[in-house]
């Protein structure tokens, strides 16, 4: 049969799975992704196989006679740092920290921002109206001088939560600079942009009949919240966390840059610009590998945030 | 004691100078296994009456200023949060008028069923179940539509998906706001049968909320009128449209065509409804009814008694009805 049906004769998409990798732009951002995510996760085991050099190790051959850095060779595979570190090993370590860090950011930037949005827009009336002054008031500062304020704090003092009567040292915290402090002082510093999205998705949803339907049946509203209003914005939830997610590692990168991420000697490619930069003359490789290393990663995100937006939610434009 | 009863029920939208009077003391009864039929043009309160059964308007910005409406006795209006979940969807179901928008389009049909057992009657909670009710609002081979998503059904289909989530709970009263306004008309055909099925089946009361006159023959025992917020004529079916005596209820009747009449023109009430908040003062038809009088305008009529269970909002209901008023219908 020669006219046959346009909609049969298309591939089965299998699911979801099907209708997201033909998606371009999801597909290349994925491959993209789960290359850095393969590199952060397998670092170790190369260089325990010996086919990785130790990113801390310090190679007298890597330098040279007047102490700068060399230039790419057999044994470094993109030459090394001031120290005569391998940078391309130090490269990809620094993917461990940037996307651990970056993904822990962006959720708790998430989490606060999905539980302000949806509280916000659900409850609506004052509830709303401080909630959303407060994102306001957040909104209004610079995130990176916060995230340095933030880090500022970060010293090594430990705080005691506890009445000092009380010995709950359970709830001490001590304040120092890490991984952990990092992502949070990100996640405190993104939520805000999150709650105005979160928050008008839900006043067009909670509107619709079938919120009116699902409450005369006599559902309570963390039911009509968790089962009907979140399952509904799922889809924004998922675009942004993608876009977000380009954005915390831009922060973290930005944070490490300004010396004040997670402390050396740790790989990060932040601070692999900053201890390059003296040398980007005559050893640019030592900028221009960090550099397309966050190139890559912020790349891969805003790909698959851009595709998962068409495949999810094609009414909505950037 | 009646299943359901409505004493001078006011609702406002908004507040202070401003606050319009949506619903302007409504009284209703409605007895275990009868079905009334409210009825009126868009504007009249009928929905919000409706609502107000299971204290679903939104409030703000709605506010219930006056009245009770008692469900086996108990005040709804003054239950706690919990006890209202008990009754929406348990005592008293709804079936509204978008079935398409009713349903949550990112959940199967079965599973939302089974979302309506599991508040309710949570040991039934099963596939079983759903498809047993799937099978009693007439949906053919119900064991392949459990995993169907709503757009998959066609109107008429996921209006008979939300009347088996109505049924889930066994519900003493059904409550159906304008069922089949959303849908063509052999389908509300169908629906409307199906709802007269059911009820004898189940045994259950049904309030109906319609514009529709022609649907109220075929389903009620009772029928309330509304206009602009209150009652202005409630009796039996039969005596009602056949010998209407409110000057509104007449138009109502006339303006419904007649299949077998030739006519050129269909009868219309001339004018609009007022919008809330400005109504007319004296009687609240008057601008727009044929047979006014000066008295009209400034004296507001009361509800009164005409006889057992009839009752009219216009003193001059004895001296306007003409025996052949509406010969088109009798």
Not at chain 1, 65 to 94: W, Y
Not at chain 1, 151 to 175: Q, Y
Not at chain 2, 283 to 293: L, S
Request: proline share 7%; with cysteine.
């Amino acid at each position: 049969m020669s006219n046959q049906n346009p909609a049969t004769s298309l591939p089965d998409s299998k699911g979801w799975l099907g209708g997201l990798l033909r998606n371009r732009l999801v597909l290349v951002g994925g491959c993209l992704l789960v290359l850095l995510g393969l590199a952060a996760l397998t670092a170790p085991v190369w260089v325990k196989a010996g086919l990785l050099l130790d990113p801390a190790q310090q190679f007298p051959t890597g330098l040279d006679e007047d102490g700068m850095p060399v230039k790419a060779s057999g044994q470094f595979l993109v030459g090394t740092d001031n120290l005569g570190r391998d940078v391309f090993s130090r490269a990809i370590h620094g993917t461990r920290v940037s996307l651990t860090v970056g993904v822990a950011g962006m959720l708790t930037a998430m989490l606060i921002g999905v539980v302000v949005g949806v509280v916000a827009g659900f409850r609506g009336g004052t509830m709303d109206l401080l909630l959303m002054r407060f994102t306001d008031m957040n909104m209004t500062l610079p995130g990176i001088l916060l995230a340095i304020a933030f880090a500022g704090v970060m010293d090594g003092r430990t705080l005691h939560l506890h009445p000092s009567f009380l010995p709950w040292h359970w709830l001490d915290v001590k304040l120092e600079r890490g991984m952990v402090s990092l992502f949070l002082i990100i996640g405190f510093v993104c939520w805000p942009g999150m709650v105005r999205v979160i928050r008008a998705q839900v006043l067009s949803v909670k509107e619709r009949e079938f919120i009116m339907a699902s409450r005369a049946l006599g559902a309570s509203d963390a039911r009509l919240i968790f089962g009907h209003v979140l399952p509904n914005i799922l889809p924004t939830i998922i675009v942004m966390a993608a876009m977000l997610t380009a954005n915390t590692i831009m922060l973290e990168a930005g944070l490490s840059y300004l010396g004040i991420g997670v402390p050396a000697p740790a790989p990060t490619w932040g601070a692999m610009i900053t201890d390059g930069q003296p040398y980007f003359i005559t050893a640019p490789h030592l900028v221009i590998v960090p550099g397309l290393a966050i190139v890559m990663t912020v790349l891969a995100f805003n790909l698959i945030g851009q595709g998962l937006q068409e495949v999810l939610d094609p009414k909505r434009k950037v | 004691m009646p299943l359901l009863e409505i004493k001078n029920l006011q609702v406002e939208f908004g507040s202070g100078a401003h606050a319009a009077r949506a619903v302007d003391g409504v009284s209703l009864s409605l007895e275990a296994g009868k079905t009334l039929c409210l009825v009126g043009e868009s504007g009249s309160g009928k929905s919000v009456t409706a609502l107000s059964i299971a204290k679903l308007v939104p409030s703000p910005p709605a506010r219930y200023v006056g009245g009770e409406i008692l469900i086996e006795g108990r005040d709804v209006l003054k239950m706690s949060s919990r006890e209202l979940r008990d009754i929406r969807g348990g005592l008293v179901s709804y079936v509204f008028q978008e079935p398409g928008a009713s349903l949550n389009p990112v959940f199967r049909i079965g599973a939302q069923i089974k979302e309506s057992l599991k508040y309710h009657r949570p040991a039934a909670a099963n596939d079983t179940e759903v498809i047993r009710l799937l099978k009693l609002v007439g949906i053919p081979a119900p064991e392949s539509r459990l995993r169907n998503y709503p757009h998959e059904l066609s109107g008429g289909m996921q209006q008979r998906v939300m009347i088996a989530m109505a049924l889930a709970s066994q519900p003493k009263l059904l409550v159906a706001d304008e069922p089949t306004t959303a849908l063509d008309v052999t389908i509300q055909a169908q629906i409307i049968e199906l709802l007269g099925d059911l009820r004898k089946q189940l045994g259950m009361a049904v309030l109906l909320i319609t514009h529709n006159l022609g649907i109220v023959g075929d389903l009620a025992d009772d029928v309330a009128v509304m206009y602009a917020g209150q009652i202005v004529e409630h009796g039996p079916v039969r005596e009602v449209l056949q010998r209407p005596l409110h000057p509104y209820t007449q138009a109502l009747i006339q303006s419904v065509p007649d299949l077998e009449a030739e006519v050129e023109r269909l009868t219309a009430i001339p004018g609009t409804v007022p919008l809330l908040g400005s109504f007319p003062g004296g009687c609240r038809f008057h601008p727009r009814c044929p047979k006014a009088q000066a008295s009209c305008s400034t004296q507001a009529p009361e509800l009164a008694s005409v006889k057992a269970g009839r009752r009219v909002r216009c003193p001059l209901w004895d001296s306007l009805l003409e025996p052949q008023t509406v010969s088109h219908r009798a």
